[in-house]
């Protein structure tokens, strides 16, 4: 049985860092969020990923689902638990340092927004960089590295759905910095 979750992706290339592709959390919480809490967790995850890597924000979806299940074990003991599991591209030997800066503001985000104590604890949070390949508004997902010319090279047909209304695609050609 899964537990709840959230989606994550990243944002375009800065100089210093090269983008990763497609990025996924789950956020499973076994502690109940307001709305405002959701879009507020939503936004440091999203910010944490594309601030660490330069990935394009558009590649970053966040899902919240409330756990309900009462039988979840750690260390064998029936506990509450709050987790997030990401889901991403490989990127290599950088990687590991990478989404260790991620965790970390991720991490201090969940406690400034929810709260340390008791149940409010963020009690995990794993990284796996084995997403082979996705696809996302019918298109293959790029490669890591190469959001900035898949980007590029769908540009028209996102300028399309922007001028049509598509929110979503507006904000894509939007600049994607976030503040650090």
Not at 33 to 48: C, G, H, V
Not at 81 to 102: Q, S
Not at 121 to 149: C, Q, R, V, Y
Request: glycine share 8%; charged share 25%.
């Amino acid at each position: 049985m899964l537990f709840p979750l959230a989606v994550v992706s990243e944002h375009e290339a800065s100089p210093s860092r090269e983008a990763n592709t497609s990025f996924t959390k789950l956020v499973f919480h076994s502690v109940d969020l307001t709305p405002d809490q959701k879009d507020a967790l939503a936004s440091t995850i999203t910010n944490a990923h594309c601030g660490a890597t330069g990935a394009l924000k558009f590649f970053v979806n966040v899902e919240f689902h409330h756990n309900t299940n009462p039988w979840q074990y750690i260390g064998g003991h029936r506990r509450p638990n709050n987790k997030i599991i990401g889901l991403t591209r490989p990127r290599g030997t950088a990687g590991e340092d990478i989404m260790n800066e991620v965790v970390s503001e991720v991490n201090e985000g969940w406690t400034k927004i929810v709260g340390s104590e008791g149940e409010k604890e963020l009690s995990a949070f794993w990284i796996n960089d084995g997403m082979l390949t996705g696809m996302e508004f019918g298109h293959l997902l790029p490669k890591a590295f190469e959001d900035n010319a898949w980007l590029e090279s769908h540009k028209a047909e996102f300028e399309k759905r922007a001028r049509e209304g598509d929110e979503l695609f507006s904000e894509v050609l939007k600049s994607n910095d976030v503040p650090r």
